[in-house]
C-alpha cells in the first residue's frame, strides 16, 4: 500500500527502476554497461536496428577505472548476444562490438579451453583532446554465463533489429 502511494505522488512504477546492463567479468576486472534511456521504444526503431538508447559504461581493468556515456542500438547489443551465445557455446571464435557512436569498442576472444581475452578501447574526443583507455583482461566461460543472461533479458524486451512487433 505504501509503495502504491509513493508511486503515485512520484508517477513513477517499480518497472521504471529495472536495472538494464550487463557485465562482462574476469577476477576482479570488468565492463559494465547499462542502459539510462531508450528511445522511440517500441514505436519507431532506429536506422541501425532496435531502438537507440544512451547509456553508461564503467570499466575497470588491472586498477585502472573509467566511466562515459555512451550511445548504442538495443539491435546492437542483440548483435553481440548472437555472436557471445555462439561463440560460447562453441568455445571458440571472436565476438565484436563497435557501436556506430564509436565511442566504446572491445572484443572477446575465445580459446578452446574456455578462456576469453576481453580487450577494447574507450575514448572521447572533444575540441581540445582525445582520451583513450585500453583495456584488457581474462575471463572464462563461468563468468560469461551471467552476461548472457543478462543479454537475454535485455533482447527479450527490445526484440532484435527490427524491434517488437506492437
Known amino acids: 500500500m505504501l509503495t502504491a502511494l509513493i ?44 531502438y537507440d538508447t544512451k547509456s553508461s559504461v564503467e570499466i575497470y581493468s588491472d586498477g585502472f577505472k573509467a566511466h562515459a556515456t555512451i550511445w548504442f542500438s538495443t539491435g546492437e547489443v542483440f548483435e553481440l548476444y548472437n555472436q557471445l551465445l555462439k561463440a560460447n557455446n562453441s568455445l571458440t571464435g571472436v565476438v565484436y562490438f563497435a557501436p556506430l557512436e564509436n565511442n566504446l569498442e572491445f572484443n572477446a576472444e575465445y580459446d578452446n579451453n574456455g578462456r576469453i581475452i576481453i580487450k577494447g578501447e574507450l575514448f ?29 533479458i535485455i533482447t527479450n524486451k527490445y526484440g532484435g533489429m527490427k524491434g517488437i512487433k506492437v
Do not use: A, H, W
Not at 18 to 47: A, H, N, R, W
Open 124 to 152: 572521447k574526443v572533444n575540441d581540445s583532446c582525445v582520451n583513450r583507455l585500453k583495456f584488457e583482461f581474462k575471463s572464462d566461460q563461468s563468468y560469461i554465463q551471467s552476461t548472457l543472461m543478462e543479454l537475454e
Open 7 to 50: 508511486e503515485d505522488f512520484l508517477d513513477l512504477s517499480i518497472e521504471n527502476y529495472q536495472m538494464e546492463e550487463f557485465t562482462l567479468k574476469g577476477g576482479g576486472d570488468y565492463l559494465k554497461i547499462t542502459i539510462s534511456e531508450v528511445f522511440g521504444f517500441p514505436e519507431t526503431t532506429c536506422f541501425n536496428g532496435g
